[in-house]
Every structure is written in structure tokens, then in C-alpha cells.
Antibody
Framework: QVQLQQWGAGLLKPSETLSLTCAVY????????WDWIRQPPGKGLEWIGE???????SYNPSLKSRVTISVDASKNQLSLKVRSVTAADTAVYYC???????????WGQGTLVTVSS | QSVLTQAPSASGTPGQRVTISCSGS????????VYWYQHLPGTAPKLLIY???QRPSGVPDRFSASKSGTSASLAISGLRSEDEADYYC???????????FGGGTKLTVL
């Protein structure tokens, strides 16, 4: 399976902007669904949003006002920005790729983001 | 509170068959496909089942799933110690216009 590589700041203060990037190195970027999913400590998986195979975006309604997911096809990169973070945004964040919606067969390694003053 | 409801825990002994259930509503499971993921601590989730009952290549046929109405279930037969993990169901929700996950079921192999 294709490996996705993700990176970004792991420690943020409240009100800052979370920024993560996810890259695929096998050249296969277009035509897939790209998702961000997170897992807060001790809790279950939470869907953040996705970019579909046509470039359209969908977001979790509870996060929509603070989240932007975008792609840079020239760099084969996906990005996530979450504005005005609070402690509730502390989680392991994953990027994932699928050939169809929710058929997420390739995942990043996960990035722990901690929000603390 | 998750939109899809799963029992928080399940258990079985090696060789047994266990079933994990996922309950939703007409706007999610009742109208759309169900997907199942296996998640071991410290690793990325792994797709087990897509489109209600399809297994990706490489997933053993010990794993099977079905959907009926607004509920779905994942069955694991011939339980093995390496199956000990958290299992999540997921589906698109038409009312929310987004993906919803179940709260997860922690499977313990006794």
C-alpha cells in the first residue's frame, strides 16, 4: 500500500492555527479522495473533512467554520488548517487516501497535536 | 455522543466467532454504504470492509460484514490474538452531509 507522509507543528497554544501537510510520493494524487481524520486522547475516530476526486470539499459540520482542507497538486500535497484551536483539538491527526469515498486504504503515520497554554 | 452506535467492548476466546454491531438511522446506514476499520494502538487505522461487505485485498476472509436496514455488523471468525483492536463503523450521513463514525468497539481476545 502507498505510504503517506505527514508533518506539522505538534504543540500549539490556544487560539493559534493548526497546520498539517500530507504528501504522497508515488505520483498518484489526482483522482482520489483525500481525508483528514483525528482521534482525541481516549476517544474514537472523528472525521474532519475531505477533498473528493473532483476537487470538491466536504467538512464535519461541527468543525466547518474553523477548518480548511486544500490540495497542491503540483507538489502532491494535501493540507489541513484548523483555526482558533482549543484544548479540545488535541488529538492524533491522520491523512488518508481512498479510490472512493471512505475506501481509505492508505494512511499517514499520524501526528499528535497538543494544544496547551 | 456518536451518530453511529457501537457497544464499547466485546470479547472472545481464540477460535471463537464474535460479532460487532453498528446502529444508525435512515440518513446514514439506511441510505448509504457502511465501512469498517480496524485500529491498533499506535498505528494508523486499517480498512477492513467497504461497501457493506466487500473485503480489500489482503484482508482475511475471517472478516465478514453485512447490513440490514439501519444496522450493520462485522463478524470475525476463528478469532486470533492479533485481532485484539478497536473496530469502527463509518458511513456518509445525508442529513449532516458528512462522514460519521461509530464510537468504536474495543475487542479483547481472552
Amino acid at each position: 500500500q502507498v505510504q503517506l507522509q505527514q508533518w506539522g507543528a505538534g504543540l500549539l497554544k490556544p487560539s493559534e492555527t493548526l497546520s498539517l501537510t500530507c504528501a504522497v510520493y508515488d505520483g498518484s494524487f489526482s483522482g482520489y479522495f483525500w481525508d483528514w481524520i483525528r482521534q482525541p486522547p481516549g476517544k474514537g475516530l472523528e472525521w474532519i473533512g475531505e477533498v473528493n476526486h473532483s476537487g470538491g470539499t466536504s467538512y464535519n459540520p461541527s468543525l466547518k467554520s474553523r477548518v480548511t482542507i486544500s490540495v497542491d497538486a503540483s507538489k502532491n500535497q494535501l493540507s489541513l488548517k484548523v483555526r482558533s484551536v482549543t484544548a479540545a483539538d488535541t488529538a492524533v491527526y491522520y491523512c488518508a487516501r481512498g479510490w472512493q469515498q471512505l475506501v481509505l486504504s492508505s494512511w499517514g503515520q499520524g501526528t499528535l497535536v497538543t494544544v496547551s497554554s | 455522543q456518536s451518530v453511529l452506535t457501537q457497544a464499547p467492548s466485546a470479547s472472545g476466546t481464540p477460535g471463537q466467532r464474535v460479532t460487532i454491531s453498528c446502529s444508525g438511522s435512515r440518513s446514514n446506514i439506511g441510505s448509504n454504504f457502511v465501512y469498517w476499520y480496524q485500529h491498533l494502538p499506535g498505528t494508523a487505522p486499517k480498512l477492513l470492509i467497504y461497501r457493506n461487505s466487500q473485503r480489500p485485498s489482503g484482508v482475511p476472509d475471517r472478516f465478514s460484514a453485512s447490513k440490514s436496514g439501519t444496522s450493520a455488523s462485522l463478524a470475525i471468525s476463528g478469532l486470533r490474538s492479533e485481532d485484539e483492536a478497536d473496530y469502527y463503523c463509518a458511513a456518509w450521513d445525508d442529513s449532516l452531509s458528512g462522514v460519521v463514525f461509530g464510537g468504536g468497539t474495543k475487542l479483547t481476545v481472552l
